[in-house]
């Protein structure tokens, strides 16, 4: 015996099978959907934490590379300014050991120029016998002694007829006599020697009107 159906209960069975399916491959389709937006979110937290990490890095190099910027300005400061005080201690002690060294040689030059004057006496005493073996001997010895001054670089201090110079004359005499010019040196007591500008001895003379 055939069981008689309900058309209406067969239509609504076919009906509820088909919405079911067409239900479950939406409800994948939007599983799917919220699993991709969920790896997406979760990949874009994790490049948020990367980017966030690879700034700070940044910010930290940024950081140690200004302070080692710094430390190199101030080292090089210092360096310029040791370098500055050093260059200055050179030339200072240049200067000094310069004029050390020519203190010392005018004081030398200085000591033997009462010898030269001796020798200059002596040979002018001895002059009456030019034949004289002393006379002869003291005329070579004055000779080389001026030859090696003059290698020395000093000179005789010109003075006998010339104008009388307060730099390099020292007037201890003065006298009236119309037969020679306004401070005219007229007579010479003790000559007087210069090396470069520097003055080793005074001409002592006597000067006119």
């Known amino acids: 015996m055939e069981e008689n159906k309900n058309p209406n209960v067969e239509e609504f069975e076919t009906t509820q099978d088909n919405v079911t399916v067409e239900d479950i491959a939406e409800n994948e389709n939007t599983s799917e959907k919220i699993s991709e937006e969920t790896a997406d979110e979760k990949l874009s937290g994790k490049e948020k934490r990367k980017a966030k990490k690879a700034d700070a890095e940044i910010a930290k190099l940024e950081k140690a590379l200004a302070e080692s910027e710094a430390k190199i300005a101030e080292a090089n400061d210092k360096y ?37 004057d001796n020798l200059e006496r002596a040979a002018q005493y001895s002059g ?57 040196i007229t007579e010479v007591f003790m000559k007087g020697y210069i090396r470069g500008d520097k003055v080793l001895r005074y001409s002592m003379v006597k000067v006119a009107n």
């Open 80 to 116: 310029m300014r040791v370098f500055a005080e050093y260059d200055n201690f050179r030339k200072r002690s240049a200067k000094e050991r310069e004029g050390v060294y020519a203190d010392a040689y005018i004081d030398a030059l200085t000591q033997i120029l009462p010898i030269l």
């Open 128 to 184: 009456e016998d030019a034949e004289h073996p002393l006379a002869k001997g003291l005329e070579l010895t004055l000779k080389s002694f001026n030859e090696v001054m003059e290698k020395m670089g000093v000179s005789e201090i010109e003075a006998l007829g010339k104008q009388f110079d307060p730099n390099v004359h020292n007037a201890v005499m003065h006298v009236d006599d119309e037969n020679y010019g306004e401070n005219e």
